[in-house]
């Protein structure tokens, strides 16, 4: 199975037209604001001394985190642009990138054979993902876990849409950011809250904590805050 060729090119397009300025994408926040605070829920569950696979990793902001607290770290991306990204960003190679989907279940299969076991960390991708493509993604982390990996899985929920339209009704329309997500045809929060633990289920998967939690952006609201969206969390481990 193969993502759509609309998806692709969405992505593709988006990232080509990103540029490398840290925070530029809305949501590549600071990992002190993403990664490192999941870890910290991700920590007491998993093995660190195995390599830590970084799905969607974008332009590798925190797959760069992730590199100095685990033994080896792999960000992957559909989009060939957002690799290009994350590796003019890591100069010494602190992190290996590829381009992979997550839907192509032979070339995952691959990555899971080179690596062994491995953890996953896996920010906001199956929210926007094509339904069809959200339990390939989800059985795209068991095979890349195997029996010793754990992983940590963040989507957004169904608040964040509401959220993102009061943003874009801001005085003077969307913010710049919020605005490039909409013309590259992106659809934030467009799965419904109880269909992320079902497919994580149906993909084989066991929930061993979750919570709620809220994704920092690197957008404002008009009075200067942050732009924070309303998620939640799983930690899971093969079932």
Known sequence: MSVSERYRQAWESYWRETSDVPGDAIWDADPSLSAAPHLDLLAPHADTSLPIVDLGCGNGTQTRYLAARFGRALGVDLS????????????EGAAEY???????????????????????????????????????????????????????????????????????????????????????????????????????????????????????????????SRVELPARWFVVSRA
């Open 98 to 224: 590829r381009r992979l989907s997550l839907t192509d279940a032979a070339a995952v299969a691959d990555v899971a054979r080179r690596l062994g076991d491995a953890n996953v960390y896996m920010r906001a991708v199956i929210h926007q993902s094509d339904a069809a493509d959200r339990r390939p993604v989800a059985e795209a982390v068991a095979t890349l876990l195997g029996r010793r990996g754990r992983g940590f899985v963040v989507e957004l929920t169904a608040r964040s849409k509401a959220v993102l339209g009061e943003l874009a009704a801001s005085p003077g329309g969307p913010p710049p950011k919020l605005r490039r997500v909409f013309d590259h045809g992106l659809r934030p929060a467009d799965a419904a809250d109880k269909e992320v633990p079902e497919v994580l289920a149906e993909a084989g998967l066991e929930i061993l904590a979750d919570g709620p939690t809220a994704l920092a952006q690197t957008e404002q609201w008009p009075d200067g």
């Open 80 to 91: 060939r642009a957002a690799v290009e990204h994350a590796r003019r960003a890591d100069p």
